[in-house]
């Protein structure tokens, strides 16, 4: 799937990406930084369900949400990791095959530890500040 939206669309861009049938439930976000993936998972994260406000994990490097189900999503933000050796010390491959919603950016940062049967979703800056995403399930 490939779509072209604005900032305006993001909470139609989420509906129309869970709305993907058999969307694998560990989707990986790349892009260059700015692009919207945060903003993105945002949105994907409050259509889930989620009560909470959800913001990036840039420190502590995952946030655990709820939805209204009880289901858990985690969101995953990579980018301060030092190695993929420190990744795996955190236990990340535990919640990767945890069967929970995983939206991980940067997971570049760890290749090894990505779950081969995954999403992902790729998302470039067009000249008119439109977003084109890219999804491959």
């Known amino acids: 799937m490939i779509v072209i939206y604005s900032l305006e669309e993001i909470n139609a861009i989420a509906k129309q990406i869970l709305a993907t049938p058999s969307l694998k439930k560990i989707i990986t976000f790349h892009a260059q930084m700015g692009a919207g993936k945060t903003t993105l998972i945002k949105e994907l994260v409050k259509e ?24 858990t999503v985690y969101h995953f933000d990579l980018y ?4 993929e050796e420190e990744g795996y010390d955190m236990g990340l491959d535990e919640y990767f095959y945890s069967d929970n919603w995983c939206f991980i950016e940067w997971p570049e940062k760890t290749p090894n530890l990505i779950p081969i049967d995954h999403a992902s979703i790729s998302i470039k800056i067009l000249p008119n500040g439109k977003r084109e995403l890219t999804l491959k399930n």
């Open 80 to 83: 301060r990791l030092n190695s």
């Open 48 to 71: 889930l369900g989620v009560k909470d406000n959800s913001s990036s994990p840039t420190f502590s490097l995952v946030n655990e949400y709820r939805t209204f189900e009880g289901e």
